[in-house]
């Protein structure tokens, strides 16, 4: 398994590493700041150093037996088995997904309905909720902005199977459920604000998001609202 460091600290942008695998497609290395796709956020993108040599990390995805697998462009010059590497994230990149990842959670914390599907960018991100009512987009970006400037601390931390079992409640995406074959299940908190099973990569505060603001809603259905939200870099 690929020692995931990103858990515990989302914001370290390099990592010393060893090579455990290559392929033509990927490289696997012992631990990781990466984050693999998942969960609507993409995968990290960068670059892993060894001995004068580099390789530019162009997407990060899960591999079997728990492993991570740092995608690279066809012909790139690849480390040996075994070899010392330091590994680099496009760290601008990564950011933005912190700050959007989070500015979802806000935006979920102000329209509590079923979340039906998700997606994160750097560009532009959105939520897709089980609901029939109409959306005012002034008065959910003044909500959330209202969140953003109270500065609300935001952490992580795991319960049991068992523990997410007695509060259902906490799930809020309708298709997808927390994975489970782990035996402990992470949860973002925003305190006071949010709680529920999460594996993305946020921020420290809610105060880093920044300028937000809610962009298209669209009507995907009768009971699905697509909400865009944008920030103001």
Known sequence: MTEILFRDDSYLKECEASVVAVDDEAIVLDRTIFYPMGGGQPGDSGKIEWD??????????????GTIRHLFEPGSTLPEIGTAVKASLDWDRRYLHMR????LHLLGSVLQ???TGGNISAAKSRLDFDMEDTVDKEQVTADIRALVAADHPVSCRWITDAELDAQPELVRTMSVQPPRNAGKIRLLEIAGVDLQPCGGTHLKSTGEV????????EKKGRRNRRVSILLDQ
Do not use: P
Request: charged fraction near 15%.
């Open 52 to 65: 004068g040599s580099s390789v530019v990390v162009t997407d990060t995805r899960h591999g079997e037996g």
């Open 100 to 103: 959007m990842h989070t500015a």
């Open 113 to 115: 309905y079923g979340v």
């Open 210 to 217: 920044g300028q937000v603001r809610v962009g298209k809603v």
